[in-house]
Nanobody, 117 residues
Framework: QVQLVESGGGLVQAGGSLRLSCAASGSIFSINAMGWYRQPPGKQRELVATFTSGGSTIYADSVKGRFTISRDITKITTFLQMNSLQPDDTGVYYC???????????WGQGTQVTVSS
């Protein structure tokens, strides 16, 4: 079992920045990959940025050049630095971890990001 807790969401004006954090606990040794997803109002959850099991990164086209995913050396905490935020970035941001040989997914509870125009 892996527990994920997100923090850092909030209300920001367009052009502003936020930094999200995702802290993992439990069977962290089983985590293969961690990343960030978001769910805009009335839409499906979508990938924002993620580390792969090989350590590379993948970004959604809509956030390339504005968002940066990073992690601490222990790989227990994953961060999402979000710059030049736009109203379309509004949504609930979720942290996701894939664990074990079967890539079992775990999700955090989500943190709200609201960007005002």
């Amino acid at each position: 079992q892996v527990q994920l807790v997100e923090s850092g969401g909030g209300l920001v004006q367009a052009g502003g920045s936020l930094r999200l954090s995702c802290a993992a606990s439990g069977s962290i040794f089983s985590i293969n990959a961690m990343g960030w997803y978001r769910q805009p109002p009335g839409k499906q959850r979508e990938l924002v940025a993620t580390f792969t099991s090989g350590g590379s990164t993948i970004y959604a086209d809509s956030v390339k050049g504005r968002f940066t995913i990073s992690r601490d050396i222990t790989k227990i905490t994953t961060f999402l630095q979000m710059n030049s935020l736009q109203p379309d970035d509004t949504g609930v941001y979720y942290c996701k971890a894939l664990t074990g040989l079967t890539a079992t997914p775990y999700w955090g509870q989500g943190t709200q990001v609201t960007v005002s125009s």
